[in-house]
């Protein structure tokens, strides 16, 4: 069940990893994203435009036959990240009544994409999941080539990685930004450089095109596969999953379909602003 609210929350570009965190405890303070944030800004005239911006994805979520929640998926405002204009992405994952029995899910993730350059500046996460807690973010400085990721356990300890980074990097949620962002010719594929914050370059196939309807509307769609090469944060390596973008210079997420231990998670889009 970890997989469903995750899956929708960012489309499908990764998903819960309990993978060893080369752990490095420290007792100072490390600055947050939130303490970068500036206040609202104009959209830069030497900015990159996004494929729809502002946007607001709405998506119910189903287990099988079964209902399970909502998830969104947003992009509302261009902040001042420290110095730099930022696309502010946001994401959650809710579930409904009926899955709150047994396995409740309040998730939230944050991404800060750079307004010039379409790379990601900073992410952020909230898990709920159950017993399962996780409060993680990452800032990438592309200039030094280096990020630093702080998680927090649920007892309060936390503990601060640092490393490398490419030039041109994405966190998971900013990099369905940078998909949709691409030609996606019949055959072809986009590679992404993602940061997790290991360092691992995700690919994402275009399978073929079709129609699709959804709760939102029908229209044609490609059909993408990306290629987990790591475990992601919300979807284990090797499990398949496929998505569908409409069939245009927008590439919105219709559909989201990915492998669990039993069935299939499903997110479709609802309603879209």
């Known amino acids: 069940m970890r997989a469903l609210a995750a899956a929708a929350l960012t489309l499908a570009?990764?998903?819960?990893?309990?993978?060893?965190?080369?752990?490095?405890?420290?007792?100072?303070a490390v600055v947050s994203p939130e303490q970068l944030i500036g206040s609202s800004l104009s959209l830069p005239?030497?900015?990159?435009?996004?494929?729809?911006?502002?946007?607001?994805?709405?998506?119910?979520?189903?287990?099988?036959?079964?209902?399970?929640?909502?998830?969104?998926?947003?992009?509302?405002?261009?902040?001042?990240?420290?110095?730099?204009?930022?696309?502010?992405?946001?994401s959650?994952?809710?579930?409904?009544?009926?899955?709150?029995?047994?396995?409740?899910?309040?998730?939230?993730?944050?991404?800060?994409?750079?307004?010039?350059?379409?790379?990601?500046?900073?992410?952020a996460k909230q898990l709920r999941e159950g017993r399962f807690f996780r409060d993680e973010w990452v800032l990438y400085d592309r200039d030094a080539g280096r990020y630093v990721a702080r998680r927090v356990d649920?007892?309060?300890?936390?503990?601060?990685?640092?490393?490398t980074i490419p030039a041109q990097v994405e966190d998971v949620l900013s990099s369905v930004l940078y998909v949709r962002a691409h030609e996606l010719p019949d055959g072809g594929a986009v590679i992404v450089d993602v940061n997790t914050p290991e360092n691992w370059p995700l690919a994402v196939k275009v399978l073929k095109?079709?129609?699709?309807?959804?709760?939102?509307q029908t229209a044609a769609a490609v059909l993408v596969q990306p290629e987990m090469r790591r475990e992601g944060i919300f979807v284990q390596k090797g499990r398949r999953l496929r998505l569908w973008l409409t069939d245009d210079a927008v590439h919105r997420p219709l559909k989201m379909e990915v492998e669990v231990f039993f069935g299939h998670i499903t997110a479709v889009l609802r309603e879209m602003l």
């Open 92 to 123: 959650e994952a809710r579930s409904n009544a009926f899955c709150d029995a047994f396995y409740p899910v309040r998730d939230r993730n944050e991404a800060w994409l750079d307004a010039r350059t379409l790379t990601s500046l900073g992410y």
């Open 154 to 163: 649920k007892n309060g300890e936390f503990h601060v990685r640092v490393g």
């Open 209 to 216: 095109r079709e129609r699709v309807k959804v709760p939102a």
């Open 45 to 90: 005239a030497d900015a990159r435009p996004l494929p729809r911006y502002p946007e607001l994805l709405t998506y119910d979520v189903s287990w099988g036959l079964f209902n399970v929640g909502r998830a969104t998926l947003g992009v509302d405002k261009v902040v001042d990240f420290n110095g730099r204009p930022a696309y502010h992405v946001h």
């Open 13 to 28: 570009v990764a998903g819960p990893a309990h993978a060893a965190w080369g752990r490095v405890a420290i007792t100072t």
